[in-house]
């Protein structure tokens, strides 16, 4: 599974923006799919991830009531609308199949995606 993020880029605070994830292949739909995110110097932060079954989403609680996640399995697709957003959302967001245990941890997680800079201005 090779994973592409896309979607990025610069908007004022308040604004909103919709990041994607394409997957190549099938197995796509097997996992679950989160979002991490980034900044320069520091560790991969958990956002928010759908379960592969019935789609149950959980948030970070610092995005919870701004961020959705959701998926298209027939397209093989995740996305994450961002909406409220605020100048410390502005980091690099990845997207990444969980292989179980901890939803919130990026070492349960393969095939991440090259990652797209969301820049929010004040």
């Known amino acids: 599974v090779q994973l592409q993020a896309s979607g990025g880029g610069l908007v004022q605070a308040g604004g909103s923006l919709r990041l994607s994830c394409a997957a190549s292949?099938?197995?796509?739909?097997?996992?679950?799919v989160g979002w991490f995110r980034q900044a320069p110097g520091t560790e991969r932060e958990f956002v928010a991830v759908i379960t592969e079954g019935v789609g149950t989403t959980y948030y970070a609680d610092s995005v919870k009531g701004r961020l959705t996640i959701s998926r298209d399995k027939a397209k093989n697709t995740a996305s994450l609308q961002m909406n409220s957003l605020k100048p410390e959302d502005t980091v690099v967001y990845y997207c990444a199949c969980h292989f179980g245990g901890r939803y919130y941890d990026p070492r349960e997680y393969s095939y991440w995606g090259q990652g797209t800079l969301v820049t929010v201005s004040s």
């Open positions: 292949g099938r197995r796509f739909n097997w996992y679950a």
